[in-house]
């Protein structure tokens, strides 16, 4: 190989690589969500609230089933992060955990969830009336 077509393959590698677009770094966004949860054996969830995102709000609603021992009923209001997204339909998806609780009156509630997106919701908040449940739930939330 001669010194001219060495340096021909070093600078077109080095073409390469230079227009080679580098990956977008996924945002961070928060959320506010009520819902609200009645069951007897099995039980239901739904409701809505907002992310917010890149300075923008956009309004979300959810809604799932819980199978395993749910009793009573509750509302829950839950805040927090949502991390790893790059466009707001990222959020939209089936949240899946397991779990367990008991609230009587007012209590705290903390969970983590991740979509199929990578998508992971760090939401907090308080949890009102009487529920008692080990169960596997079921969450979909999508865009209004």
């Given at each position: 190989?001669?010194?001219?077509?060495?340096?021909?393959?070093?600078?077109?590698?080095?073409?390469?690589?230079?227009?080679?677009?580098?990956?977008?770094?996924?945002?961070?966004?928060?959320?506010?969500?009520?819902?609200?949860?009645?069951?007897?054996?099995?039980?239901?969830?739904?409701?809505?609230?907002?992310?917010?995102?890149?300075?923008?709000?956009?309004?979300?609603?959810?809604g799932g089933i819980?199978?395993?021992?749910?009793?009573?009923?509750?509302?829950?209001?839950?805040?927090?992060?949502?991390?790893?997204?790059?466009?707001?339909?990222?959020?939209?998806?089936?949240?899946?955990?397991?779990?367990?609780?008991?609230?009587?009156?007012?209590?705290?509630?903390?969970?983590?969830?991740?979509?199929?997106?990578?998508?992971?919701?760090?939401?907090?908040g308080q949890q009102?009336?009487?529920?008692?449940?080990?169960?596997?739930?079921?969450?979909?939330?999508?865009?209004?």
């Open positions: 190989m001669t010194m001219f077509s060495r340096l021909r393959g070093a600078v077109l590698v080095l073409a390469t690589v230079m227009c080679v677009p580098t990956a977008s770094h996924a945002d961070n966004g928060s959320m506010t969500l009520t819902i609200w949860k009645a069951g007897w054996i099995i039980g239901g969830s739904g409701g809505g609230g907002s992310l917010y995102f890149r300075g923008q709000r956009f309004g979300v609603s959810a819980d199978a395993g021992l749910v009793f009573g009923g509750s509302k829950t209001v839950l805040y927090g992060r949502v991390r790893n997204i790059f466009k707001p339909s990222d959020v939209e998806g089936v949240y899946v955990a397991a779990g367990a609780g008991l609230a009587v009156g007012a209590g705290a509630r903390a969970i983590v969830l991740t979509n199929p997106n990578g998508v992971v919701l760090e939401l907090s009102y009336g009487l529920m008692a449940n080990a169960d596997l739930s079921g969450l979909a939330i999508t865009l209004d």
